[in-house]
Nanobody, 128 residues
Framework: QVQLVESGGGLVQAGGSLRLSCTAS????????MGWFRQAPGKEREFVVATRWSDGITYYADSVKGRFTISRDNAKNTVYLQMNSLKPEDTAVYYC?????????????????????WGQGTQVTVSS
């Protein structure tokens, strides 16, 4: 069972940037897809971005397009989320997630229940 550990959250002013990291344990880490989700207080967990590991095809939520970028370092089993031009509405706990097996439809990437493993989350707070 893969374990995911996020880091990099914190407090930042609106317009600022943060980079989150998600490192997976295990010698052979080869997921089908990796994703970032977030959950604000009193709200459901929502999709942020996901990427297919084999070819890097990436899906972004409309709310973060042009501001957030997902990247990875295969040698370090690490996925990053670069967040620029942060807004107060980006405030949430951010979770990374991994999916082991194939997802047939692109819409599947957007659903939290399609992912097998989750990190513990890291808090991002954006002040106005």
């Amino acid at each position: 069972q893969v374990q995911l550990v996020e880091s990099g959250g914190g407090l930042v002013q609106a317009g600022g940037s943060l980079r989150l990291s998600c490192t997976a344990s295990g010698r052979t880490f080869s997921p089908y897809a990796m994703g970032w989700f977030r959950q604000a207080p009193g709200k459901e967990r929502e999709f942020v971005v996901a990427t297919r590991w084999s070819d890097g095809i990436t899906y972004y939520a409309d709310s973060v397009k042009g501001r957030f970028t997902i990247s990875r370092d295969n040698a370090k089993n690490t996925v990053y989320l670069q967040m620029n031009s942060l807004k107060p509405e980006d405030t949430a706990v951010y979770y990374c997630a991994a999916r082991k097996s194939m997802m047939i439809y692109s819409s599947h990437y957007y659903y939290p229940n399609m992912y097998d493993a989750w990190g513990q989350g890291t808090q991002v707070t954006v002040s106005s």
